[in-house]
């Protein structure tokens, strides 16, 4: 039971570089989530999708871009990479937002923008 | 908009002894309140949640977490930790009805238990 995969899982990256992050999901769940985790600043945000075809806007989401081609499969594009993205990455999903609340994350991406 | 406040970075504390982390939010919208545990080099995990109902919460591994509507609070305790309890524990809050749905967190009480 594969739950929320993340690839890669690690990555160092030079500045201006371009980089995809790939996160797939096997729940077949609609919602699906891209957070950032800084020290002492928690999860924000980047971009989230409501459905297949469907993305929208966080907290965040300035230097990045993403898509959802297929309902399993969310991607985060870095198109020219800086060194303030250097962080953590999650990717999350939600059946729907019936009222359990419960965000299935993976693992994470580790990201090291020179 | 939300915006939730963890009022300790990081909490020492020995094992067998209580723990209470704290949180409080702001919203001007009914919500949904949650705690999540983020244990080393994993991704987060939901520990416990309030919907509505019962202002006492109680979730996996012993904790617990009281719903304060009146402060704004969301506390989440352990009357005894084990060391397997050394996580960061985070608070999230979504209004009811959030378009997207989206979970704001606070920044995170990372736990050190000690023997």
């Known amino acids: 039971n594969a739950g929320v995969t993340q690839t890669p899982k690690f990555r160092v990256l030079k500045t201006g570089q371009s980089m995809t992050l790939l996160c797939a999901q096997d729940m077949n769940h609609e919602y699906m989530y891209w957070y950032r985790q800084d020290p002492g600043m928690g999860l924000r945000l980047i971009h989230y999708s409501v459905g297949e075809g469907t993305t929208a806007k966080g907290e965040v989401p300035d230097g990045y871009n993403v898509s959802r081609l297929k309902k399993q499969n969310f991607l985060l594009g870095l198109e020219s990479a800086a060194p303030s993205q250097t962080s953590v990455y999650f990717c999350a999903s939600i059946p729907d937002w019936g009222g359990t609340g419960e965000l299935f994350f993976g693992e994470g991406s580790r990201l090291t923008v020179l | 908009a939300q915006s939730v406040t963890q009022l300790d970075s990081q909490v020492p504390v020995f094992e067998e002894a209580p723990v209470e982390l704290r949180c409080n939010y702001s919203s001007s919208v009914s919500v949904y309140l949650f705690w999540y545990v983020q244990y080393p080099n994993q991704g987060l995990q939901l520990l416990l949640k309030y919907l509505s109902g019962s202002t006492l919460v109680k979730g996996i591994n012993g904790f617990e977490a009281e719903f304060n509507k009146s402060q704004t609070s969301f506390h989440l305790r352990k009357p005894s930790v084990h060391i397997s309890d050394t996580a960061e524990y985070f608070c999230?809050?979504?209004?009811?009805?959030?378009?997207?749905?989206?979970?704001?967190f606070g920044g995170g009480t990372r736990v050190l238990v000690k023997p």
């Open positions: 999230a809050v979504s209004g009811i009805e959030a378009a997207g749905n989206k979970l704001t």
